[in-house]
């Protein structure tokens, strides 16, 4: 049972354009998304989050959306850069879950100079 | 400031053995997490730790354990190896309260031969 889904695998878009990388939640008690970049050969890095007593997140070029009704979140980022092209994973948590993450199975994003 | 570390990077190992992998935690943060992230897949739970104590499991099986450490670094033990259990191994801390993110490190390749 995929909890969290990421119905595209990837993505390319031209650089200075806006990227949105979208992702897809059933489970009602989730109150907390984050997005994470990750590059071969690392870890996951920490983008951006939301709580779920809010609609928008804004840092920097990241723009993440919650629309807790469609249980949907989206990551835009604007202008996109080519050092952006990475997989870019989204992950989600419920209070009474003891901090576990469920992640989504992550978009591959490339950005063209 | 020290950010999350692994050890070793990269592992060969077996069907039938043992591992332990080990995780150094960022400053200041007292919960440490572990994910198995399969190729082409988003990272999965395997477990948390918070102040030496389990705090939550995922879906694995008893020979997955832990252990985290008065200074909050932590390891993570797999008994009688399979070759499905060949990953990417996550660590991530985080300060363990409500809405806390979580920081990765660079992870552990394992190959099960």
């Not at chain 2, 070793?8 to 572990?34: A, D, E, F, Y």
């Not at chain 2, 389990?54 to 070759?83: I, K």
Request: hydrophobic share 30%; aromatic share 12%; net charge neutral.
């Amino acid at each position: 049972d995929q909890q969290v889904k990421q119905n595209s695998p990837s993505l390319s878009v031209q650089e200075g354009r806006i990227s949105i990388l979208n992702c897809d939640y059933t489970n009602s008690m989730f109150d907390y998304f984050l997005w994470y970049k990750k590059y071969p050969a690392e870890g996951p890095t920490f983008l951006i989050s939301i709580s779920s007593i809010k609609d928008k997140n804004e840092d920097g070029r990241f723009t993440v959306f919650l629309n807790k009704s469609a249980k949907h979140l989206s990551l835009h980022i604007v202008p996109s850069q080519p050092g952006d092209s990475a997989v870019y994973f989204c992950a989600a948590s419920a209070y009474n879950q003891g901090g576990k993450l469920i992640f989504g199975q992550g978009t591959e994003l490339s950005v063209k100079p | 400031e020290t950010g999350v570390t692994q050890s070793p990077t990269h592992l060969i190992k077996t069907r039938g053995q043992q591992v332990t992998l080990r995780c150094s935690s960022q400053s200041g943060h007292n919960t440490v997490s572990w994910y198995q992230q399969a190729l082409g897949q988003g990272p999965q739970f395997i477990f948390q730790y918070y102040r030496e104590e389990e705090n939550g499991r995922g879906n694995f099986p008893p020979r997955f354990s832990g252990l985290q450490f008065p200074n909050y670094s932590s390891e993570l033990n797999v008994n009688a190896l399979e070759l499905d259990d060949s990953a990417l191994y996550l660590c991530a801390s985080s300060l363990g309260g409500f809405q806390e993110t979580q920081y990765f490190g660079p992870g552990t390749r394992l190959l099960v031969l």
